[in-house]
């Protein structure tokens, strides 16, 4: 992408209306643009991050053996009535006449309407294992919209549902995804942590919630300080092996690491006092078994090996994709502005012209931006003309990870300037040597993907 055909409308001044960095960052680096409380338009930039985390998602969903569905956005009433939720879920619920005085909703969450699907195509226990999920956009009437995308009213999240014949098979189930998380979050440059939980309006007993720790995060924590020394990284791991899966909940939960839903003085006391944290956290996901709270209901039921019906064992599994663009912007960012991991980097470089108009810098850039290209990366370059400094504040601010920067001086000896917007550190090296550089860097998060 070239920027002086892009659209990518930053702002000078600071939104005043934003409390926390995240939030002024993405209206600074022209991502979104509210339209009303809560709601927001993806704008390019934005956009093209928000489809990364999604993809991230279904890869990891996929990996697992969860199958993608899309449920609509707007749900009939009747099936909620069933549940029990259509008056229980109070005024987060969006609700809606059509032209026919029916009464409809905005899905704040779908767990309704997979059981209906489900009950209406699947009888045999020969069916499950079953787990369908899919990335659609949700509304909750929040109280109190706010911090941007992190708390919006609508927003984008990745919803799976697990379908099983005993509790057994739904605990691997629970498990499965919870190894799944840890990926998918890993992939994304941050560290989300599997805390014990309340299960809320879900409703059920075993549920956990994963939370970037951050000072402006919503939701106090009390955790073991030796979790945060836990890393999932590069292991294999076979998703229908019970053993396996079980092995990795145990080693990321067998600390204390609570919220203040389920924090307990007492327990916490056992940890040795000087690894006790208390911290703040952004959740991003969560987890739960609810065992027949739907199935019984709704008659979500298959005929087991013995030949008689029995309600299925559920739980359900979200991850907030639009939230997360906030909470790894929280976790990632320095006075300039962002600074993305390169997993979910919008651009994976940027290239800089210090002289725009000028033939051979014009054309050594051309050049790189062809062969990057080429080589699957996504390159953004500045052929504006625009003074130097403006070009650097814009790339700081826009966080890409990774910047070429390319001038008459240096291109006399063959040199660009690579630099690390992470570090600030620069190296002097040959166009040639500065690609090989990038495919390196990047051949984990492209590795990542297989
Ligand atoms: N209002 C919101 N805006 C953006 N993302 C949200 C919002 N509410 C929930 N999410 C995201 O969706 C994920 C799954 O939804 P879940 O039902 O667990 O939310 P929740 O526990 O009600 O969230 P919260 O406690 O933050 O209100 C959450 O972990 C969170 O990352
Ligand atoms: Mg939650």
């Known amino acids: 992408m070239r920027l002086s055909r892009y659209f990518l409308p930053v702002l000078k001044e600071t939104p005043s209306e934003a409390q926390i960095a995240s939030h002024r960052l993405m209206l600074r680096a022209g991502m979104v643009k509210q339209q009303a409380a809560g709601i927001y338009s993806w704008l390019p930039l934005g956009q093209k991050v928000l489809r990364r985390i999604e993809q991230i998602v279904h890869e990891e969903q996929q990996r697992a053996g969860h199958i993608p569905v899309l449920m609509p956005t707007l749900q009939s009433a009747d099936l ?20 026919h005085k029916r009464d409809m909703l905005y899905g704040p969450t779908n767990e309704e309407m997979i059981t209906d699907i489900f009950r209406s195509n699947v009888n045999s226990y020969k069916d499950l294992p079953l787990t369908l999920y899919h990335i659609q956009w949700k509304f909750r009437d929040e109280m109190r919209p706010r911090f941007g995308v992190m708390r919006g ?32 979050y890993e992939r994304m440059g941050l560290q989300a942590i599997p805390m014990r939980a309340d299960s809320g309006p879900i409703g059920g007993d075993d549920t956990h919630e994963f939370l970037v720790l951050a000072d402006t995060g919503e939701s106090e924590v009390f955790y073991d300080s030796e979790i945060t020394d836990l890393r999932f990284g590069d292991r294999e791991i076979d998703y229908d092996s019970v053993e396996q899966c079980q092995a990795v909940l145990e080693e990321f939960t067998s600390r204390y690491a609570r919220t203040d839903e389920t924090h307990d003085e007492a327990v916490f006391a056992k940890v040795p006092e000087e690894r006790r944290r208390t911290a703040r956290g952004i959740e991003v996901g969560q987890i739960f078994y609810f065992g027949t709270k739907y199935s ?26 639009s939230r997360l663009v906030g909470a ?4 990632n960012h320095d006075d300039k502005g962002i600074i993305w991991p390169e997993g979910v980097t919008p651009f994976h470089v940027g290239i ?15 050049a790189l931006y062809r062969e990057l290209t080429a080589k699957g990366f996504e390159v953004l370059y500045d052929d504006r003309d625009e003074r130097a400094g403006a070009k650097f504040a814009t790339m700081d601010l826009i966080g890409l990870p990774w910047r070429i920067t390319v001038g008459p001086r240096g291109l006399q000896n063959n040199k660009v300037e690579l630099t690390s917007r992470r570090s600030g550190e620069s190296e002097e090296i040959s166009p040639a040597d ?6 390196k860097i990047y051949q984990p998060v492209f590795d990542a993907a297989k």
């Open 434 to 439: 500065a690609m090989a550089r990038l495919e």
């Open 352 to 366: 800089v012209n210090l002289k725009q108009g000028d033939a051979s810098v014009d054309s050594a850039c051309e």
């Open 80 to 99: 909620w009535r069933e549940s029990g939720r259509y008056d229980a879920y109070g005024d987060e619920l969006l609700r809606i006449t059509d032209r």
């Open 296 to 321: 019984e209901p709704m008659g979500a039921t298959v005929v087991g090996p013995d030949g008689q019906r029995t309600p299925v064992h559920m739980g359900s599994h979200g991850i907030g994709v």
């Open 328 to 331: 790894i912007i929280e976790a």
């Open 153 to 184: 009213r609508e927003f984008l999240m990745k919803d799976g549902y697990n379908f099983d014949l005993t509790k057994e098979d739904a605990l691997h189930a629970y498990n499965r995804h919870l190894v799944s998380y840890l990926r998918t």
